[in-house]
C-alpha cells in the first residue's frame, strides 16, 4: 500500500496522512492515531531511505544506556518504553539506535551529533540536576526527556507521569481506609521520579496532621528482594506499619513475600499499593487486580515520546511539547481497612 491508497482509505487527504504519520503539531491526536493504527494494520510505512536522502536525516532516535544500568535491559518498565516508541518510529518511518555505553555518556551524545547518527535522542531516568539537558542543548542535538528534571529553568520537551499527584492519591486511600503507620518503598532518590514520588506521599500525611517518620521510608533499586527485605525490617519492628506503598510491581510482589512469610495475610493484616505500569507481559492479575495499584501504560508513554521527539525534529522551531500524563487507582485485592491491633509476627 502507498501514501495515496492509505489517504484514500482513510478519506483522508494525503498531506494530512503525511503530516500526521512525521508528527507535524498541527494534526490531532486522535487523527494522529487514526493514520497511525491504520498505517500498522496495512503494513504502510513511509521509505526511511529516500526520506533521509531528501531531507539529509539520519530517519533514527537513539536512547544511551550505561553500562551501569544494564539492568535496564531485562526489566519489562524499560522493555513496554522500547516497545511502544518503536512502534511509533516504524510507523513514522524511523529507526531506534540504543547505545549501551560504559565511561563518558557525554562523549556518546557528542559522537552522535559529530556523525549525525541520529536525528534526536531520549533522555530516561532523569536525575536530580541532570546534566544531559543542558549538554543536548549546547550540542543542538533534539532531546525529549521521559520524566522531568526538578530545578532545570530552561526550556525542554517531556513527557511524564504525574507521580505526586498518583503516590498523594495512593497514600490518601490508605490514610482514609484507617492506616496510621504507611511504610514507603521507594526508589533511589537521585531520580526525579523518586523524589516526586516521596513528596507526594509526604504530603498526603500532612494533609490528615499525621507526620513523616524516617523508620517508615526506603529507598533503593527497585528490586524484588529489596522489596522483600525492606518490608521484612519494617515489620520486625515494635510499631510495624500496617501498609505500604511501593514504586513498582517488581517491588511489591517482594512486600508481599516477607508479608506472607511472617504468616500474616496481604488485605486483612497489611495492605499494599503499588505503583503498576499496566504492563504488557507483567501483568497485575485479571479483571479484579492482584495489587490496589496507581496505573499507567508505559507503553504507551513510549508511543508518545517518539511521537513528540520526532514532531520536534521535523519542526525545529516549534515550542517545546510537554505532556504529563495522570495514573489511575484501580482498586484490588491487597488493600483493606486498617487491624485494630495485632502482636508483631515472629
Not at 496481604?266 to 479484579?288: K, P
Amino acid at each position: 500500500m502507498n501514501l495515496k491508497q492509505l489517504a484514500e482509505a482513510l478519506g483522508l487527504s494525503q498531506t494530512t496522512v503525511s503530516r500526521a504519520l512525521n508528527g507535524y503539531p498541527e494534526v490531532s491526536e486522535a487523527t494522529r492515531r487514526r493514520v497511525v493504527e491504520a498505517a500498522a494494520q496495512h503494513g504502510y510505512s513511509p521509505n526511511a531511505r529516500a526520506k533521509g536522502l531528501a531531507t539529509g536525516q539520519a530517519m533514527a532516535i537513539g536512547l544511551v544506556i550505561p553500562v551501569s544500568d544494564q539492568q535496564e535491559m531485562v526489566n519489562p518498565v524499560f522493555g513496554d518504553f522500547l516497545a511502544g516508541a518503536g512502534e511509533a518510529c516504524s510507523a513514522l518511518g524511523y529507526e531506534m539506535v540504543l547505545s549501551v555505553v560504559e565511561g563518558d555518556e557525554a562523549a556518546v551524545y557528542r559522537s552522535m551529533k559529530a556523525r549525525g547518527s541520529v536525528d534526536g535522542v531520549v533522555v530516561s531516568a532523569p536525575r536530580l540536576g541532570d546534566p544531559r539537558p543542558a549538554l543536548l542543548d549546547g550540542l543542538g542535538l533534539p532531546f525529549l526527556v521521559h520524566g522531568r528534571i526538578s530545578g532545570y529553568e530552561a526550556p525542554y520537551s517531556w513527557i511524564d507521569v504525574n507521580s505526586r499527584s498518583a503516590f498523594r492519591r495512593a497514600a490518601g486511600f490508605l490514610l482514609d481506609l484507617g492506616h496510621r503507620r504507611v511504610g514507603l518503598v521507594n526508589g533511589e532518590e537521585i531520580f526525579d521520579f523518586a523524589h516526586r514520588r516521596r513528596r507526594g506521599y509526604g504530603e498526603a500525611l500532612a494533609e490528615r496532621g499525621l507526620p513523616e517518620t524516617a523508620d517508615l521510608v526506603v529507598q533503593g533499586e527497585m528490586t524484588e528482594d529489596f522489596g522483600h527485605d525492606s518490608a521484612r525490617a519494617m515489620l520486625a519492628r515494635p510499631d510495624p506499619p500496617t501498609a505500604f506503598l511501593v514504586s513498582s510491581l517488581i517491588c511489591a510482589l517482594g512486600v508481599r513475600r516477607a508479608v506472607e512469610e511472617l504468616g500474616l495475610v496481604m488485605g486483612r493484616d497489611v495492605s499494599i499499593v503499588t505503583h503498576d505500569d499496566a504492563l504488557s507481559y507483567f501483568q497485575n492479575g485479571g479483571d479484579v487486580p492482584i495489587f490496589t495499584a496507581v496505573r499507567s501504560s508505559v507503553r504507551e508513554a513510549g508511543r508518545r515520546a517518539a511521537r513528540l521527539l520526532i514532531g520536534r525534529i521535523e519542526t525545529p522551531g516549534a515550542p517545546h511539547a510537554q505532556d504529563l500524563l495522570e495514573a489511575q487507582l484501580l482498586v484490588g485485592e491487597s488493600t483493606g481497612p486498617a487491624p485494630r491491633a495485632r502482636k508483631t509476627a515472629p
